[in-house]
């Protein structure tokens, strides 16, 4: 695939905020933290242009 042709793309993570601090120590810009009721988001954009999502799930009842 051409670089920056992939979007969408995902990572399940324990821990939203400790996955943002990381990505940010290693220079990558990345997005805010969302939180929806079906689990909360980081986005960013590789070097390449392709766009990523990482998700923490949330807690089960």
């Known amino acids: 695939m051409a670089p920056g042709s992939l979007q969408g793309l995902q990572l399940v993570v324990g821990d939203i905020e400790a996955a943002r601090d990381e990505l940010l120590e290693r220079g990558v810009e990345v997005g805010d933290v969302q ?27």
């Open 35 to 61: 939180i929806f009721p079906w689990g909360s988001f980081v986005f960013f954009s590789d070097p390449d242009g392709n766009g990523w999502a990482v998700q923490q799930v949330p807690a089960r009842d």
